[in-house]
């Protein structure tokens, strides 16, 4: 389990930064539909930090859309170059998730879990060494 990270990113035409410092309260990678689509790839890779302890400077768009459990998720990019940055719940307020290739060093991340496992494509790999879920994630992250 990742202790305290204190790292920066930010999107590929770099009109929007990030400063993240602080422990991620969760690390997983998600096969689901939406996350193929919204990443064009076979899964994102997520950590999730709360919200106090992230500082983003930049204008983002955001599109929001239902999940399977009906919760809306928020996904924000650049508008400029497109690149996906983070998202947030309506189920889990004051917290941000960041999709981790928006890191300029992301070698600190470490899944924790692989969810919705039942959508991974044939030719997309994740980590077999860490829980796995079909689909729904277990209990969202607590606040502590
Ligand atoms: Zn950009
Ligand atoms: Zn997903």
Redesign the pocket.
């Known amino acids: 389990m990742a202790g305290e990270v204190n790292a920066s990113g930010?999107?590929?035409?770099?009109?929007?930064r990030f400063k993240v410092s602080g422990k991620p309260l969760r690390m997983a990678q998600c096969h689901c539909v939406d996350c193929q689509r919204a990443t064009g790839t076979g899964h994102a890779s997520n950590a999730t930090f709360l919200e106090q302890d992230v500082e983003v400077s930049g204008v983002t768009t955001s599109f929001a859309s239902p999940s399977d459990s009906g919760n809306v998720l928020t996904r924000h990019f650049?508008?400029?170059?497109?690149?996906r940055l983070f998202l947030t719940s309506k189920a889990r307020p004051g917290m941000i998730t960041f999709a981790v290739g928006a890191f300029d060093d992301s070698n600190w991340y470490e899944p924790q879990f692989v969810f919705y496992t039942k959508r991974r494509p044939r030719w997309d790999i994740t980590t077999e060494s860490v829980p796995h879920f079909d689909a729904m994630p277990p209990p969202k992250p607590n606040k502590s």
């Open positions: 930010g999107c590929l035409c770099g009109a929007v650049c508008p400029t170059c497109g690149a």
